[in-house]
């Protein structure tokens, strides 16, 4: 199985993109939110007692069974710094190599202009997204959100893309 995992700030358009990937290239879309969705199903805040454990076992069960039922081709987005996350992110690409999933990181860096723009669109409001530009802000300066290192690693800036561009970026640097 290939599998994209794209990762970056709040709002660099994770979930845009790996929507793209999904309808212009058949993509399977396992976005961060949905193993967000189920922990706050059963827990009252997030990242409380063992909530990021539990969404951590919800995704792995999730890409285990993908390549297990045959999955070619899954995109998965994460809120994730390089810095800041290196330990769960080297345990999540670990975890990739264990199961033979083929790896391909993609961090999505658009300006902060950018981001602070994006993070106050309608479309991130009903979801559990951070949609408030000075927490974003905040965070921003608190986290760098730099790439990682891997040998199919990606990095693109997104600020002037579409999000069609980027998936068509991504698929052909995937295939």
């Not at 058949?26 to 193993?35: E, I, P, R, V």
């Not at 608190?142 to 998936?167: S, Y």
Request: proline share 3%.
């Amino acid at each position: 199985m290939k599998l994209v995992w794209i990762y970056g700030p709040p709002a660099a358009g994770k979930l845009t993109v790996a929507t793209c990937l999904k309808e212009q290239f058949g993509y399977k879309l396992f976005h961060n939110h949905l193993a967000v969705d189920i922990g706050l199903a059963i827990y009252d805040r997030f990242g409380e007692k063992d909530f990021l454990s539990f969404t951590k076992q919800v995704r792995q069960l999730a890409l285990a069974k993908a390549k297990e039922i045959g999955v070619s081709h899954l995109v998965m987005t994460h809120m994730a710094c390089a810095d800041h996350d290196r330990e769960i992110m080297e345990d999540y690409l670990a975890f990739f190599l264990s199961q033979g999933i083929q790896t391909y990181p993609v961090h999505l860096q658009p300006s902060r202009s950018a981001l602070l723009e994006r993070a106050i669109s309608d479309e991130r409001k009903p979801s559990h997204k951070l949609s408030d530009s000075k927490k974003v802000a905040a965070l921003l300066d608190k986290q760098p959100f730099a790439a990682i290192e891997h040998e199919n690693g990606l990095v693109i800036d997104n600020t002037e893309l579409t999000a069609e561009q980027v998936a068509g970026v991504i698929h052909r640097h995937v295939d």
